[in-house]
């Protein structure tokens, strides 16, 4: 049982990306073959976003966009799971300890079922958590509007913390 904490607090993240010709595209730091990626500054990684901002916005340390500027030269073609590690990094500093993170994925295509468990693994690593403490779904959205013409990914996130 964990000791009792006199502070909890939650986060949302969400994210979403275009999916177009000639990009790799990466979920939860994990490449996976599809002839598509997600376009972005960095990697476009939908899903290690929407974790950073649930957990920046459950800390109250603003946005990933704010520490990680999109026209930052610095941050072109970056990995996205470490910027989440940084992100981590922040939230720890501050005190807080991370109890758990809860992701949905949202694609028409490709399937992301077959890739989840490689996912949750990359960011149980990142997150320092283990997987027991990580949620991670993928949902379609019935081909409704633009995600469900596959023209993108989107994730959503929550995180709670608590000192
Ligand atoms: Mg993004």
Redesign the pocket.
């Known amino acids: 049982m964990d000791a009792p904490r006199s502070e909890i607090r939650v986060g949302l993240g969400w ?1 979403a ?1 275009p999916l177009v010709e000639g990009r790799p595209l990466v979920l939860g730091g994990v490449e996976i073959p599809f002839p598509k990626g997600l376009q ?1 500054h960095s990697d ?1 990684d ?1 899903l290690s ?1 929407a974790v950073s901002d649930a957990l920046l916005g459950a800390a109250s340390l603003g946005d990933l966009g704010g520490h990680f500027p999109p026209g930052d030269p610095r941050f072109r073609g970056v990995r996205s799971l470490e910027l989440l590690r940084q992100v981590v990094e922040m939230v720890k500093r501050e005190g807080w300890e991370i109890v758990n993170v809860d992701a949905a994925l949202i694609a028409q295509e490709p399937r992301l079922g077959p890739h989840l468990q490689q996912m949750k693994g990359r960011l149980s690593e990142a997150i320092g958590l283990p997987p027991t403490r990580i949620s991670l779904k993928a949902k379609s959205p019935e081909g409704l509007g633009a995600l469900g013409r596959a023209e993108g990914i989107a994730a959503l996130a929550v995180a709670l913390i608590a000192k």
């Open positions: 994210d990306h972005g476009a939908v976003h």
